[in-house]
C-alpha cells in the first residue's frame, strides 16, 4: 500500500477562512509525524489570509501560504473528516460534505477582537495555541475510531 493510500484528509471550515481554519490547516501540516493532510476553506471566504494568523504562526516556526478558498471548490473532492471551527460555519456546513463525517470544535475568532496592537496579537495566539491543544486529540480520537 502506497505512503498516500495512508493519508487521510481533513477540511477545516469557518466562515472567513481567514484565521481559525487557515491556523488549524497549517499547524497540522506541520506536523509530518501524522497520517493527516489538511486543506481549509469558508462558507463565505472573505478573500485573504489574516495577516495576524500568518504572524502567530511564524512565531512557532510555521511558514504558511494557503489561500482563502470557498467551500464549493472542495464539493468534488473526498475527505475523511470535516472539522468546523465557527458557530456559523456549524450551521451552514453543506449537506453534500455528509454530516457522519463532520465534527464541530468551535473557537473564538480573534478577527474580531479590537484594541492595541497587543491585545489583538494575543487573542491570535491564545487561538493558536487551543488548536494546537485540541485539533492533534481530535484526528486521533477520529482515528482510533475508524480502526
Known amino acids: 500500500m502506497s505512503k498516500d493510500a495512508l493519508v487521510k484528509k481533513v477540511l477545516f471550515l469557518c466562515t472567513g477562512n481567514s484565521c481559525r481554519s487557515q491556523i488549524a490547516e497549517a499547524m497540522v501540516n506541520a506536523d509530518l509525524n501524522h497520517p493527516w493532510r489538511a486543506l481549509s476553506a469558508g462558507t463565505d471566504p472573505a478573500g485573504y489570509v489574516h495577516p495576524k494568523a500568518i504572524e502567530v504562526l511564524a ?3 510555521i511558514q504558511h501560504r494557503g489561500f482563502s478558498q470557498h467551500v464549493d471548490d472542495f464539493q468534488h473532492m473526498d475527505v475523511d473528516m470535516v472539522v468546523t471551527v465557527c458557530d456559523s460555519a456549524a450551521e451552514t456546513c453543506p449537506t453534500w460534505l455528509g454530516k457522519g463525517n463532520v465534527i464541530h470544535q468551535s473557537f473564538n475568532d480573534p478577527a474580531l477582537v479590537h484594541g492595541t496592537e497587543d491585545e489583538i496579537l494575543a487573542a ?3 487561538v ?4 494546537a491543544e485540541k485539533i492533534p486529540a481530535l484526528l486521533e480520537t477520529h482515528l482510533n475510531a475508524a480502526t
Open 59 to 61: 512565531e512557532i516556526g
Open 124 to 126: 491570535f495566539r491564545q
Open 128 to 131: 493558536r495555541d487551543q488548536i
